[in-house]
């Protein structure tokens, strides 16, 4: 399963995904791919990781596309933007998963890995979105 590439010019490259179980290995080789494409191969597993999650939470919750973006702020070239959108609107929730919660991680993992996250509300959905440092 192949997702569509939304567009892939200068500082940003997007994909929409269906809501199916291959959503998650295409959203990360897609990261994959476009991060080695742009010289920033460190970030790779990092935000392979936590793209997974996210398309895996709106996988879920979601019955519509999923779309993955990544942009490279203008003007702020430590920073690499990540986001994820589905068509859900409830916005969504960290929780405290106990030791034998089998889920309930995920968005633990984003905050804990990334400089920072959180979600806005969309026309016809969410996005949930995190940043990484890019090194100097």
Known sequence: MIGVIDDTEGGCA?????????AVRAARAAVRGQLC????????DVAALLVSELVTNALR??????????????GLPEVLLVEVSDP???????????????SGRGLQLVASSSRRW???????????????????
């Open 14 to 22: 997007g994909w929409t995904f269906p809501a199916e179980a291959g």
């Open 37 to 44: 494409r742009w010289g920033l191969d460190s970030l790779g």
């Open 61 to 74: 919750h979601a019955t519509g596309p999923i779309g993955v973006r990544l942009v490279r702020p203008a």
């Open 88 to 102: 859900v609107p409830d916005p969504p929730r960290e929780r405290a998963a106990r030791p034998e919660d089998e």
């Open 118 to 136: 959180g979600s806005r509300p969309g026309g016809m959905g969410k996005t949930v979105w995190f940043e990484l440092a890019v090194p100097g």
